[in-house]
Structure formats: C-alpha cells, structure tokens
C-alpha cells in the first residue's frame, strides 16, 4: 500500500473515528463557509433584509439596451432610491425647490419622487460639459421615465427644459415640455431639432393612450439619427411618430437635436404623484425595460459547505421558499470528497426537489463537500420575485465501521497468525493490524510483513499471518475494520490479545 495512505492508517489508528448519527446543516444569505474560495454569488439576484433574516430575492432590472441588444449607459439618471434625490451619473446637478418628499412606493428600487404642484419641484443643470454641450449636435437621444400620477389633470406639466441657442448673430428660445393634455401624454419641441442653418422647428407628439391615475406607466421618446425617426411609446407600444426632418417624413435632412447654452430642466413644476426612473441616453433604446423582474430569471450560489466527513450521505434538502403566482426556484446541487478545481459548471450540477429524500429516486449522494444553486424566476407579469429564507441540509456522516466481534491469535516458530470473523457492514474495505509488545502500545516492528499498523485489503479477508516475531516476547494484537471512502475511515479496534511466538507449539 502507497507510504501516503499507510501514514493515515497509522494517524487513524491512533484515533479511532467515532460512529456519528444524522445531522442538520441551516444556511441562509448570511452563511459563510471558511474552506469555500468564494461565498455567495448573485446574477440578478441579491440578499435583502427579511422578516426573520436575510432573504435571497431577485433585483430589479433597469439596464436598458440600445442597439443590437448592447446595454446603455445614461448620461442624466435620477432613480430617487436614496432620501435626497442626486444624478447619479454626477454629470447633472439636482435642486430642490419646496416640500419635496421620497416615496417609499416604485417602480423599481427602494422609492420614488413624491410631487405636489405647484410647492415641489426640482431643477437639474448640467454640471458636465461631456452632456448637452451647447451648439454641440447630438446623435440618437433617449428619454424615459416612469409615472404614477394623482389626478393626471389638463395642464400637468411632468418635465420642462429651456435654453438659448446661438445662431449666427441671433438667439432662440429652445424648449422640451412633457404635459398632461385631456388625459394624454404631449411631448413638443420648440427649436431643439435643428439644422446646420439653424432653422426653426416645432415637433410635438400626442399619446393616444390615456394616463390612468393611481397606476404606473412608462414614456419613452426616442430618436433615430440615421433617419430622423422620433416617436413616443407608452408601456412599450408605439403612440405617435414623426420625422425631425427637412420634410417632416422619412425623406429629407435630418434635424439633429442641438442643445443650446444656459439649459436648465425643471422636473414636475406642475404635478401631483409619482416620478421613478428618469434617464437621458445618448443612444436608441431598442427594448425599455418594462417588467421589475426579467423573464429569464436570476441565479444565485451558495458557498461551498463543509459537512466536516468524507463519504457523507446526503439526505435531504429543504427550503423555506415564497413562491407568489406563477414564480418558481429550480434547484441543483453539487458534492464530492474534494472541492478542488470546482468551476462554474464542472463537476456538472443535479437537479433536485426540496424536502425530498435523496434515496427515495436512486443512491443517495456521497461527499463531505456540496454546493447549492438556485435559479429564481418571477410570476408570469414579472412583478414579484419568488423569496428564499433558508436551507436545511440534512447528512449522515459516514459512520467508521465496528471492529471485529472477536479477535483469535495462533502462535507458532517466530509467527502469530492473526484471525478475526468479517464485519458484516456493506461498505467496508477492508481490515487494520495493530501489533505491539506493550499493552496499549501498538507501534510494534520486525515483522516480515511491516511495522504495525498493517493495511490488508478486502472486505472478506479474516486473517493475517506474521512472520518474522521473536519466539518468547508478548506480543499484544487488536484488529479494527476501514471503509471505501477517501480517505478511508478507521473504526474503533477490536478488544486486546496477546501472544508468544515459539519454536515448541503450546
């Protein structure tokens, strides 16, 4: 037997492993694992505060992407999670003026701008001069936010941006004016859509959707620089088009948008609810994001647990898990004896159902180290996030095998032949001689066959002779049994014997 696995015999003789029953692992978020290289991983996933504990839910997607499904950075992004509200960009400084108030109630996030016309409002300027340079022509531009108004009454004004642009020796008033008219969204353009002449232009584009008080609804304007296409959609479908165009279709110069200089945007001077999510993008938004929760679901993995055994058996999993409407958790897992070179997907995961005995659909599986995953998806609108509280991992340690129910010892000319009836254990490998010349003391040596302990494999094998003892020394013998996990596991030994080799036979 290789020198490596005859030193753990010897080590595991010295300590007998103690036979262990059923044991129970509880792991939730805050659950580390010391042996793991890394603790929990979140791919749209996330721990959050729970009623009883960290719980892992999925996060709220808000990257949209432009084109060729490419995600875009803002350049203007005010989420309104945090008490005051800030750009978070840092490219636009945020003002506010009167009794403004966070909500605790979004869109997405931890809250939203709460306004009341006409006492509260905001006034943002840009604080960069990479955004809305003036007389500086953009390209494709974005525009998006979502709102929850009160009443939605004629005359609402939900965003308004003036400033002056230079053209030659004269100046024009510029402006951008997002209003509540009869029910119904208006977006107009007062000279912001320009060309090279400076010409001047009026653009406006009416829902015709109506804005429903007391629910949310997303407003998106785009524009296409290629072509000249500027439309408004409301919750992702199309309410009006147009051209920023030489013919106001799609034939004809393209009016870029030319942001002029002293530009100052007022947000909800005139309105009553709601404000979530509002965002400039330098860029075409091809798909807005619309569900608070992606229907490709979220991933979260736990670290790798310990179970402190090699060869244990894996019970059964359960799970404290919220599951409202048709939002669901697949589950897989990973174990082995060693950890070592686990990558993302090798060794493979396995799928299994919470709460279910392993053994009850096939061989439980084996290992001192697992691993948990979960795949998070949400309800069919994409509006509630399935909640994981916590795991319980039920494992038996692989328990060390019993020693020989009795041990025999046949003395003879400088050998003792050593004789044990077989442990009966399904999982057992074989058997461990220890031989010494003081009780207790089984570090013996001289035997042809090696020092103590001796490895003899096979689960059937029942005897050993050693040859090579001094005839008339007390020899003490006892016997314990391993079983097939690696590394092996070493049960108790067997009750004591003793004998003297001799040339005369007793």
Same mark, same amino acid.
């Given at each position: 037997?290789?020198?490596?696995?005859?030193?753990?015999?010897?080590?595991?003789?010295?300590?007998?492993?103690?036979?262990?029953?059923?044991?129970?692992?509880?792991?939730?978020?805050?659950?580390?694992?010391?042996?793991?290289?890394?603790?929990?991983?979140?791919?749209?996933?996330?721990?959050?505060?729970?009623?009883?504990g960290p719980e892992i839910v999925m996060l709220a997607s808000r990257a949209d992407t432009g084109r060729a499904g490419v995600t875009v950075d803002p350049d203007l992004y005010l989420s309104f999670?945090?008490?005051?509200?800030?750009?978070?960009?840092?490219?636009?400084?945020?003002?506010?003026?009167?009794?403004?108030?966070?909500?605790?109630?979004?869109?997405?996030?931890?809250?939203?701008?709460?306004?009341?016309?006409?006492?509260?409002?905001?006034?943002?300027?840009?604080?960069?001069t990479e955004v809305f340079t003036p007389n500086l022509p953009l390209s494709d531009l974005s525009l998006e936010f979502w709102l929850k108004p009160t009443r939605a009454d004629s005359g609402e004004?939900?965003?308004?941006?003036?400033?002056?642009?230079?053209?030659?020796?004269?100046?024009?008033?510029?402006?951008?004016?997002?209003?509540?008219?009869?029910?119904?969204?208006?977006?107009?353009?007062?000279?912001?859509?320009?060309?090279?002449?400076?010409?001047?232009?009026?653009?406006?584009?009416?829902?015709?959707?109506?804005?429903?008080?007391?629910?949310?609804?997303?407003?998106?304007?785009?524009?296409?620089?290629?072509?000249?296409?500027?439309?408004?959609?409301?919750?992702?479908?199309?309410?009006?088009?147009?051209?920023?165009?030489?013919?106001?279709?799609?034939?004809?110069?393209?009016?870029?948008?030319?942001?002029?200089?002293?530009?100052?945007?007022?947000?909800?001077?005139?309105?009553?609810?709601?404000?979530?999510?509002?965002?400039?993008?330098?860029?075409?938004?091809?798909?807005?994001?619309?569900?608070?929760?992606?229907?490709?679901?979220?991933?979260?993995?736990?670290?790798?647990?310990?179970?402190?055994?090699?060869?244990?058996?894996?019970?059964?999993?359960?799970?404290?898990?919220?599951?409202?409407?048709?939002?669901?958790?697949?589950?897989?897992?990973?174990?082995?004896?060693?950890?070592?070179?686990?990558?993302?997907?090798? %060794?493979?995961?396995?799928?299994?159902? %919470?709460?279910?005995?392993?053994?009850?659909?096939?061989?439980?599986?084996r290992g001192r180290y697992l691993q948990l995953r979960m795949e998070l998806y949400p309800d069919a609108p994409g509006e509630r996030s399935p909640v994981v509280s916590s795991m319980r991992i039920?494992?038996?340690?692989?328990?060390?095998?019993? %020693?020989?129910?009795?041990?025999?010892?046949?003395?003879?000319?400088?050998?003792?032949?050593?004789?044990?009836?077989?442990?009966?254990?399904?999982?057992?490998?074989?058997?461990?001689?220890?031989?010494?010349?003081?009780?207790?003391?089984?570090?013996?040596?001289?035997?042809?066959?090696?020092?103590?302990?001796?490895?003899?494999?096979?689960?059937?094998?029942?005897?050993?002779?050693?040859?090579?003892?001094?005839?008339?020394?007390?020899?003490?013998?006892?016997?314990?049994?391993?079983?097939?996990?690696?590394?092996?596991?070493?049960?108790?030994?067997?009750?004591?014997?003793?004998?003297?080799?001799?040339?005369?036979?007793?």
């Open positions: 037997m290789a020198a490596a696995l005859a030193l753990a015999v010897a080590l595991a003789a010295a300590v007998p492993c103690v036979a262990s029953a059923e044991e129970m692992l509880v792991v939730d978020a805050s659950s580390n694992s010391p042996s793991s290289p890394r603790q929990w991983v979140f791919d749209g996933a996330g721990s959050v505060p729970g009623a009883t999670d945090g008490e005051k509200p800030v750009d978070e960009t840092g490219r636009w400084t945020v003002q506010t003026i009167g009794t403004y108030e966070r909500s605790a109630t979004s869109r997405f996030g931890d809250g939203s701008g709460s306004f009341r016309a006409p006492v509260s409002r905001l006034l943002l300027q840009p604080a960069s004004i939900v965003f308004l941006w003036k400033a002056n642009r230079k053209v030659g020796s004269a100046s024009q008033s510029q402006q951008i004016s997002c209003l509540v008219l009869r029910n119904r969204v208006v977006f107009s353009f007062l000279n912001f859509f320009s060309g090279a002449t400076g010409v001047q232009t009026t653009i406006s584009l009416q829902g015709s959707s109506i804005l429903v008080p007391g629910g949310w609804s997303h407003h998106l304007v785009r524009f296409d620089s290629a072509t000249g296409l500027l439309e408004y959609l409301m919750n992702g479908k199309v309410e009006a088009v147009t051209y920023a165009t030489s013919t106001g279709k799609q034939a004809g110069t393209v009016y870029n948008p030319v942001p002029g200089g002293s530009g100052r945007l007022e947000l909800a001077p005139n309105y009553t609810g709601l404000l979530d999510e509002f965002r400039i993008v330098q860029a075409f938004i091809e798909e807005p994001v619309l569900r608070k929760f992606p229907a490709g679901g979220a991933v979260a993995v736990s670290p790798i647990f310990d179970l402190g055994s090699t060869n244990s058996t894996l019970l059964s999993i359960a799970a404290q898990v919220r599951t409202p409407g048709e939002a669901a958790v697949h589950w897989s897992y990973r174990a082995g004896d060693s950890s070592a070179g686990w990558k993302d997907d090798n %060794p493979p995961w396995v799928p299994f159902t %919470p709460g279910v005995n392993f053994d009850s659909t096939g061989p439980a599986p039920r494992y038996e340690p692989d328990q060390a095998p019993n %020693p020989p129910a009795s041990l025999f010892l046949t003395p003879g000319n400088g050998r003792i032949v050593v004789t044990w009836p077989p442990v009966s254990e399904a999982d057992i490998a074989g058997y461990v001689v220890y031989y010494g010349i003081s009780s207790g003391d089984y570090f013996g040596t001289g035997a042809l066959e090696g020092d103590s302990p001796i490895f003899v494999e096979g689960s059937r094998t029942s005897s050993l002779s050693l040859n090579g003892l001094k005839n008339g020394t007390l020899y003490f013998f006892a016997v314990a049994a391993y079983d097939d996990a690696h590394p092996p596991h070493i049960g108790a030994s067997s009750r004591e014997t003793s004998a003297r080799p001799s040339r005369v036979a007793p």
